[in-house]
């Protein structure tokens, strides 16, 4: 049975090609939530025999993974220390008009969005910010779509900013046995998110006016306002800059920098034990090994080997065309199934076409990091995109008019940028 070939794949490859429309559909148009849609994935292609089970829950085994779950003990710290409303208030300071504070908002966003999850920094922010534009005489949602966009561009800055940058990360490693350096994507990603702060501030007339729902902001605000450095607030922002610093220079491996990191703020007491667990998101984790348990799937099937075929055939051999082709494809698919899921689908196509042309994987890698990631013209694309959507009261089309024309530019830059700090060859 499962020799069976219909359309040049066999009958895995449809099994997995259905179980991936059916992750997309679910999330597309059920409440589902997303760790509990990719949970049933890998119970089907473990079921049907697409993925053995230890196939299945491969990603549980994987550095990225632990990286992950260990960046949970660094954040408990920041958290609890009061290190992220320290930050918070110092970076944003007052604006002074709608410029401002989209600088002011947006590169801070961007900042913190690097290291912690770009879904925590907007829940971080948005009460915030809804608070700030009363002050400024303008409504929130002049404010919140920048706010979803600025913490999806950040978390591109470094490899543990984002989970995709994380699975992209290490598909590389596996498969060439050299560790990408934690900050190799941010030649590339500052320049995404500098241009994407230039296209937010000319084009911020298209910025709806929406009615926003009530928030609890002000306790956030008043909170923000009287932030106070302690010690351990010092303390915490030291350690983190510490793991970010010993990774960067491969003094340590990053899971190696997040075990000590975990451990000195448990030591410390910049949080407690029972602190660091509670901070563990394990909802980000099933995303997580799900989606890598897909990518083996399009892997093992030959899906991967039947679209890079029809992209070679569009686009022949020509290194270049086959990248902006992928890239381009990335884009598009990741504004309607999460960037997780995107990056485990494209990355191993990516990497067996750098490989079938006989070019560095790298800057295929790179660059398709930040297609995944290029989703801006839905309130559904990311996170990010829907906690602003929600808390700023938008109509689903309010995203496409900037998210369309960001999208764009953000593409471009992102491949020319890729070609020339890590060049093909």
Known sequence: MHDIIFWGLGLDAWITVATLVGVFMTLLFTDTKAHVAFFCAIAVLSVTGVLTIEEAFVGFDTSSIITVGLLFLVIAGLRHTGALEWMVSHLMGQPKNHSHAIIRMMLPVGFLSSFMSNTGTTALFQDVIKKWAEKLGMAPSKLLIPLGY???LGGLLTLIGTP????????????TGNTMNTFAPFPVAICCLLASVAIVILLRKWLPERVAPASQADDQTDNLANAKASGKTYLSIGIMISVLLLSALNVLS????CILAGIIMVLTKCCTSDQAVKEIDWTILIVFVGSVSIGAAIHKTGIDEVILD????CCGKDPLMVLI??????????EFISDTACAAMFCPIAWHASQSLGVDSLPFMIALMMAVSNNYATPIAT???????????????????????????????????A?????LK
Do not use: Q
Request: charged share 10%; proline share 7%; aromatic share 10%.
């Open 164 to 175: 995709p940058n994380l699975i992209i990360a290490g598909i590389y490693a596996k498969e």
């Open 383 to 417: 996170p990010p995109n829907t906690l602003v959507f929600a808390s700023g009261g938008y109509k689903f089309a309010d995203f496409a008019r900037l998210g369309i024309i960001l999208k764009v530019v953000n593409l471009i830059i992102a491949i020319s940028m």
């Open 419 to 423: 070609m020339l700090f890590y060049p």
């Open 325 to 334: 082709m992928l890239c381009v494809t990335a884009s598009i698919t990741t």
């Open 150 to 152: 600025a913490a999806s």
């Open 254 to 257: 990053l899971p190696v920098c």
């Open 310 to 313: 029809g992209i070679f055939a």
